[in-house]
């Protein structure tokens, strides 16, 4: 622990570089300094350890404003047959009996006629870009990697970021860095593209939770503060779905430590061929269960999420399809008189991976073409799938190396150079199958930069 200390705040002494003025953690440098910057990316913070000459850049993936639908996320079976609030001038997040239940308002279950007296509407305005930018990414050090931080004083209660990526059948997930767990085995899939929230590192005594709301019908995970935040105090929330307890070494450095990160649940454990593979599973916390259908999940965690779909009849009961028999089905928007809608949406739905015309809104069509068209995500999500398979040998080694490693990668850039000379594997493909795993490598970064690596630095 005091040896941890020591490196994430480093002696001013025995700093030389005139571009390390600045201590880890207490300020952040000009930003105009920093080359690389992405839209949400201030600055990484230069240290004795990492100059900004050599603190990382990030690793590319695409900045999302809104979940990309790749499978088709099937309307939350709770959404159906809620009622409109009962609040009469304006909604406050204490009282709605929306917001309460942690269902989001919109035009078809707010009572209030304004929506500018609905306070309630904190997954819209973010997707609008009406929220206050309260975050950055900063580059932790060695151990995390890059982190995000509070820009400002965050007060306790306060949307900080949606959790944001693509949605895909967690059956599909091979890199589970960047997941977020969703209910009837989907997931949000942040490794390819997300937003700055799929930085936040985990903690055993973090400041924030991640919890699931429902926006328009479907589930969206917020980062929520549940505790004042300072100035440039780390975000954090914690990745441990209080069941299983995770073999990763967890360097969060709070003194409630329980020393390990956790791990995905033991179904999904095929898709790591080594124990000890440097993978996540986030799972929103406890007090959301309660938005768990528990038939519904029961059935849908025995079967392959992308052949068979959950549905939800009007008296709530549950039922499995099996994918002959949901071909019949009548495309559910069409049901009270939005055929138009229904028609386009279920071209889109076409395109998608799961067959569930039924299940797209007019919301879906809206996140769908606020990204890319359904056909680009399914070919990205095609590519996701095959990362091991695709693109040549380099990568296909480099992807089952990293698979059935037993450290994690990210922090150790000499064996993963070892192994890729062992293999006589030509340097760049190791930074082009990172970059595509959507890994933080720090060789594939120096590489990336044209720097060679001595002594795990660049
Ligand atoms: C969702 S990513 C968080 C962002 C990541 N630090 C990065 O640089 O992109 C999750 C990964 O971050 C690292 N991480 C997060 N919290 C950590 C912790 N408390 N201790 C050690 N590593 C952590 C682990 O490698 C984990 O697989």
């Known amino acids: 622990m005091v040896q941890r200390r020591k490196q994430l705040v480093p002696s001013l002494k025995k ?19 920093c080359e690389g910057s992405s839209p949400h990316f201030l600055c ?23 979940n990309r639908q790749i499978a088709c996320l099937p309307v939350a079976p709770e959404s159906r047959g809620l009622g409109k609030c009962a609040c009469t001038k304006q909604c406050d997040l204490g009282s709605c009996l929306n917001a309460v239940m942690l269902i989001e308002c919109g035009p078809s279950n707010c009572s209030v006629r304004k929506s500018s007296l609905c306070k309630n509407r904190q997954f819209a305005d973010a997707q609008a870009g009406k929220l206050d930018q309260l975050a950055e990414v900063f580059w932790t050090g060695d151990y995390k990697g890059f982190g995000l931080r509070a820009t400002t004083h965050i007060a306790r209660g306060k949307l900080i970021a949606e959790y944001l990526g693509e949605i895909v059948p967690q059956s599909s997930v091979q890199n ?18 997300g937003g700055p929230a799929r930085f936040i590192n985990h903690s055993c005594d973090p400041n924030c939770n991640a919890q699931r709301w429902l926006v328009e019908g479907r589930w969206h995970v917020g980062i929520f503060s549940h505790q004042d935040i300072k100035p440039q105090e780390e975000i954090t929330f914690s990745y441990s779905n209080g069941r299983s307890r995770g073999s990763d070494p967890c360097h969060c450095g709070s003194s409630l430590c329980t020393g390990r990160i956790a791990n995905p649940p033991r179904k999904y454990k095929k898709f790591q061929e080594a124990p000890d593979a440097d993978v996540v599973l986030q799972e ?22 992308d052949d068979w779909i959950v549905e939800v009849k009007e008296n709530q009961a549950v039922e499995v399809l099996e994918p002959d028999d949901r071909r019949d089905e009548p495309a559910k928007e069409c049901e009270g008189g939005v055929e138009e809608v229904a028609c386009v949406t279920a071209s889109i739905a ?13 919301q879906d069509l809206l996140r769908t073409s606020c990204n890319t068209a359904a056909r680009t995500t399914r070919a990205a999500e095609q590519e996701n799938l095959v990362q091991c398979e695709g693109a040549g040998p ?28 062992q293999q006589n594997l030509p340097e760049e493909s190791e930074q082009i199958a990172a970059l595509s795993l959507g890994l933080y490598l720090p060789s594939a970064l120096c590489l990336s930069r044209g720097l060679q690596i001595e002594n795990s630095k660049c």
Not at 21 to 32: E, N
Not at 44 to 66: A, G, R, V, W
Request: contains cysteine; charged residues 25%.
């Open 350 to 362: 076409a395109e998608c991976t799961v067959q569930d015309e039924g299940s797209m809104t007019l």
């Open 176 to 193: 589970w860095r960047y997941i977020m767990a969703l209910p009837q085995g989907f997931a949000i899939h942040a490794s390819m593209a």
């Open 15 to 33: 700093c030389r570089s005139s571009l390390c003025k600045v201590r880890h953690g207490l300020a952040r440098q000009d930003p105009s300094s």
């Open 44 to 66: 990484t913070d230069c240290t004795c350890e990492h100059p900004c000459d050599q603190t990382p850049s990030i690793p590319s993936y695409q900045l999302l404003s809104c």
């Open 394 to 421: 380099d990568r296909k080694t480099f992807c089952e190396t990293f698979f059935a490693g037993s450290r994690s990668w990210h922090q150790a850039p000499i064996e993963a150079k070892q192994i890729m000379q």
């Open 284 to 305: 929103v916390p406890e007090q959301v269960e309660a938005y768990e259908v528990e038939s519904a999940s029961e059935e849908s965690e025995e079967v392959e999420a």
